[in-house]
């Protein structure tokens, strides 16, 4: 897991510099007038999410994890709640592969590590690594938008 400025993203060891430029550029881009879908960037090795929410409570928070994919998320407007959380004890609740890149687990609140992502951040989460997204902060607004860039861990 990495969480930093968006600026800093192509720093970091292993990203290819023209995936950084793809997902910077993308994020510059996008605004509170963008449309909520999927977006192609490189065929099946990078695509975005634009995503619109309600913050959730903490207590409603289900623990992702991904096999082929890193997620990359990048808040648009606001701030938001994400918890690290390893999952090597978590109980499993529903396993969508090979139909989708998705587990799901149960959150443990005791081993979850609390994230603040605002804009002009980002979280970078590895494939395995447990992460509950989408999470109600004290400076959340009523409705959310993020960026979740998905990129093949493949390219590494």
């Not at 400025?5 to 963008?34: C, D, H, W």
């Not at 913050?55 to 890193?70: G, L, M, N, T």
Request: aromatic letters at 10%.
């Amino acid at each position: 897991m990495i969480i930093d400025k968006l600026t800093n993203l192509k720093k970091y060891a292993g990203l290819n510099p023209g995936i950084a430029e793809i997902i910077t550029g993308f994020a510059a881009q996008v605004n509170a007038a963008t449309q909520i879908k999927k977006y192609i960037l490189d065929e099946d090795r990078v695509f975005a999410l634009v995503q619109e929410y309600a913050p959730r409570e903490f207590d409603a928070a289900k623990v992702e994890i991904h096999r082929r994919y890193i997620d990359i998320h990048v808040p648009v407007c606001g701030e938001e709640l994400i918890c690290y959380c390893p999952i090597d004890n978590l109980e499993l609740i529903e396993d969508f592969t090979p139909k989708s890149d998705d587990l799901l687990y149960k959150l443990d609140p005791q081993s979850a590590i609390k994230l603040v992502v605002s804009q002009g951040s980002f979280v970078w989460f590895n494939p395995e690594e447990g992460h509950a997204p989408c999470l109600k902060s004290y400076a959340s607004p009523a409705m959310s938008r993020k960026i979740v860039f998905k990129v093949d861990a493949a390219l590494f």
